[in-house]
Every structure is written in C-alpha cells, then in structure tokens.
C-alpha cells in the first residue's frame, strides 16, 4: 500500500505562486511513477505533470508547461509541484497520485494510479 498526503495549497492572485508537496509512504515498489491531477468542478481529472522517481524522467500537460515544475526529494519521499505565473484556469482540487507502473505515452490516464492522496485545493483569482 502507498499512503499520500497533499499539502500546500491555498488562494492566490492571477500570476502568483504556490508550491504543492505530497509525502508518500509505503512500498516504493508502488510509486516508480508520481504524478499530479487536478479536477475543476463540472471537469474531468487531467493530469498536470509526473516524474519517474528512479530517473527523475518528466512529463507535462501542454496547458501548465514552462509555469509548473514537478521534483523530488527522495531522502523525504516527497514530490513537489511547482506552480509559477498562475491563472483563474488553473483552479482546481489538486491530487497527487502514484504508480508502480510506468508509461510516458499514458501517464495522463488516471485509471493507471491505484494510490490518491485526499487533495489540496488551489484557487486563483
């Protein structure tokens, strides 16, 4: 099992910042891949960026690319999301989820995390 624990998020003015933390527990077996969601209210979960824990192999949605970057700190098992020069579309409940399976052409698809941490909300105005 893999426990996930989001914290970090808060309000911020149009072309702030915030920075997301999710601290994972459990067999790393499960989490080669680490990635965060969001969802909006009335939208589906879109996967935002994952990093390949062993690698440190990153993947981006074109909607948040050159604005948020996604790292780790192995020795605290934990990622982060690094969120730059935010919009009002950027809204959303933020999730950090992992993986034991790793794919670059499907890390978007959110059927493919079995573990979810319970979210953190982002709001920009």
């Known amino acids: 099992q893999v426990q996930l624990v989001e914290s970090g998020g808060g309000s911020v003015q149009a072309g702030g910042s915030l920075r997301l933390s999710c601290a994972a527990s459990?067999?790393?077996?499960?989490?080669?891949?680490m990635a965060w969601f969001r969802q909006a209210p009335g939208k589906e979960r879109e996967g935002v960026a994952r990093?390949?824990?062993?690698?440190?192999?990153?993947y981006y949605a074109d909607s948040v690319k050159g604005r948020f970057t996604i790292s780790q700190d192995n020795a605290k098992n934990t990622v982060y999301l690094q969120m730059n020069s935010l919009k009002p579309e950027d809204t959303a409940m933020y999730y950090c989820a992992a993986t034991g399976y790793c794919n670059g052409g499907t890390w978007q698809k959110s059927g493919l995390y079995p573990f979810w941490g319970q979210g953190t909300q982002v709001t920009v105005s």
């Open positions: 990093i390949a824990t062993g690698s440190g192999n990153t």
């Open positions: 459990g067999y790393t077996y499960n989490r080669n891949c």
